[in-house]
């Protein structure tokens, strides 16, 4: 497994590479984001790890443009900056995970571990699953577009795969252990309020100018994606 690591200090990276390379991955460093966008061009890693503080262009910024070159090519953001926003943030950027500095080592594998047992047991892509379709919604998963009454709307990259998951389930109430589960991952802590964030960001942009909702709360259990209600 290869894995790029972006961080523009030289002492964590060389622990990072230290002790990645004890678990067997084959570890690439860069210290900063035109060098590693040049690297993610020329070679096929299977992680990125990244810091947010990097010169010339921030972690967010480099996140946006590795996912628009390769949706699938997983992200670990590590950074000091650790409040929900900034989180959310990273998310909306395209980091499959987030891990506030300092973080226990163990915990980096146990993640990387998880993200790429993920990447490796999802279904590969075809022309005839290209497209997910519940009454006037329409997404593509092939190019990551939404379409509601042929109107586009305009989704981060995990508010797309929160999307996709709800229709891939409608008509089932989904706890939000699941949700977290399934969208963020076995980590994912679900006594922070992400999810319920997250749904209301979707619930605005998928129902809030259609008179029909799709997104559903059902109390003290979970949501629900449906037109029956």
Known sequence: MKVLIIEDNARVSALLKRGLESQGYQIYISED?????????????DLVIT??????????ELSKIIKQKNADLPIIMLTALGTIDEKIEGFDAGADDYMVKPFEIRELYARIKA???????????NESSNYIEYQNLK???????????????ILTPKEFKLLVFL???????LTREEIAEN???????TGTNYIDVYIAYLRKKIDKDFDEKLIHTKPGVGFIFTSQL
């Open 33 to 45: 984001a035109e060098d590693a966008l040049v690297m993610v061009d020329k070679i096929m890693f």
């Open 51 to 60: 810091d947010i503080m990097l010169p010339n262009m921030n972690g967010i």
């Open 115 to 125: 993200i790429l047992l993920r990447k490796s047991s999802s279904p590969a892509k």
């Open 139 to 153: 997404v593509d998963t092939k190019i990551n577009r939404v379409f509601r009454n042929e109107k586009e709307i």
């Open 167 to 173: 229709m891939s389930n409608t008509e089932r109430i």
């Open 183 to 189: 969208v963020w991952g076995n980590h994912f802590d």
